[in-house]
C-alpha cells in the first residue's frame, strides 16, 4: 500500500503563486508515476501534470502548461506542483496520485486518471 499526503493548499489571488507538495509513505519502491489532479465543483476531475519518476519525465495539460511545473525529492518521496500566474479557473481540489508504470503509460494517465492510489486533496481557491 502506498499513503498519499498532499498540503500545500489555500486562497491566493490572481496572478499570485502557490506550491503543493505530495508526500508518499508505505511501498513507495512501487510506484513511479506520479500525478496531479484537480476537481472543480460541477465538473469532471481534470489531469494537470504527471512525472516518471524513473527518468523526471513530465507531462502537462494544456490549461497549465507553461504556468506550473511539477517537481520530485526522491530523497523526500515528494513531489510538488508549483503553480504560477494562478487564475480564477483554476481553483479546484488538487488531488496526488500515484501508480506503477512505463513512461509512455504515465503520460496516458494524464488523460484517464487510471492511478492506483489517490491523496484526499487540498483545496485551492483563486480570487479575482
Known amino acids: 500500500q502506498v499513503q498519499l499526503v498532499e498540503s500545500g493548499g489555500g486562497s491566493v489571488q490572481a496572478g499570485g503563486s502557490l506550491r503543493l507538495s505530495c508526500a508518499a509513505s508505505?511501498?513507495?519502491?512501487?510506484?513511479?508515476?506520479m500525478g496531479w489532479f484537480r476537481q472543480a465543483p460541477g465538473k469532471e476531475r481534470e489531469g494537470v501534470a504527471v512525472?516518471?519518476?524513473?527518468?523526471?519525465?513530465?507531462y502537462y495539460s494544456d490549461s497549465v502548461k507553461g504556468r506550473f511545473t511539477i517537481s520530485q525529492d526522491s530523497a523526500k518521496a515528494t513531489v510538488y506542483l508549483q503553480m504560477n500566474s494562478l487564475k480564477p479557473e483554476d481553483t479546484a481540489m488538487y488531488y496526488c496520485?500515484?501508480?506503477?508504470?512505463?513512461?509512455?503509460?504515465?503520460?496516458?494517465?494524464?488523460?484517464?486518471?487510471?492511478?492506483?492510489?489517490w491523496g484526499q486533496g487540498t483545496q485551492v481557491t483563486v480570487s479575482s
Open positions: 496520485a500515484a501508480h506503477h508504470w512505463v513512461a509512455y503509460e504515465c503520460h496516458s494517465g494524464l488523460r484517464s486518471g487510471g492511478f492506483g492510489y
Open positions: 508505505g511501498y513507495t519502491y512501487s510506484t513511479n508515476c
Open positions: 512525472i516518471w519518476t524513473g527518468g523526471a519525465i513530465s
